[in-house]
């Protein structure tokens, strides 16, 4: 998917000219524009993740699905930090855009799991599902 390359450069242009907009307005305390800095501030972690096994536009639903999942707080809010997932089909990677060290954390040792290969000594799933209580 070459669009995929593209849609990233397109986001951070996006970002880019709002977070420009942004810097030199005064903020009113709790607004959307106010939350919108502190999330700026934070770091923005972009790795790649180039998979050996699993096809990245199959890992990019789960993961995308994943990731949305976590981005939810207790209680059912959303949360305002966003995590976005982009398959690369040229490169068979997928490219994590986030704010969140721990989603990011989790989302890594969950494609290293699904990527692994599957054999009879390193099984995808466990022999007997796991019931709640175990």
Do not use: C, H, Y
Not at 20 to 37: C, F, K, S, W, Y
Not at 48 to 68: H, S, W, Y
Not at 108 to 134: C, F, H, S
């Amino acid at each position: 998917m070459r669009n995929s390359v593209a849609t990233v450069a397109v986001l951070f242009v996006l970002m880019a000219g709002a977070a420009d907009r942004l810097r030199g307005q005064e903020v009113a305390p709790g607004t959307v524009a106010e939350i919108r800095n502190q999330e700026e501030a934070r770091p923005l972690f972009m790795p790649v993740f180039r998979l050996q096994n699993a096809k990245a536009a199959d890992m990019q639903q789960v993961v995308g699905t994943i990731a949305a999942w976590l981005a939810e707080k207790p209680g059912g809010a959303p949360s305002q930090v966003k995590t976005m997932v982009v398959a690369d089909v040229r490169t068979n990677s997928l490219i994590i855009l986030t704010r969140n060290r721990e989603d990011l954390e989790r989302l890594a040792e969950i494609i290293r799991r699904l990527d692994a290969v599957v054999t009879e000594e390193n099984p995808a799933l466990p022999a007997k599902p796991a019931q709640p209580g175990e």
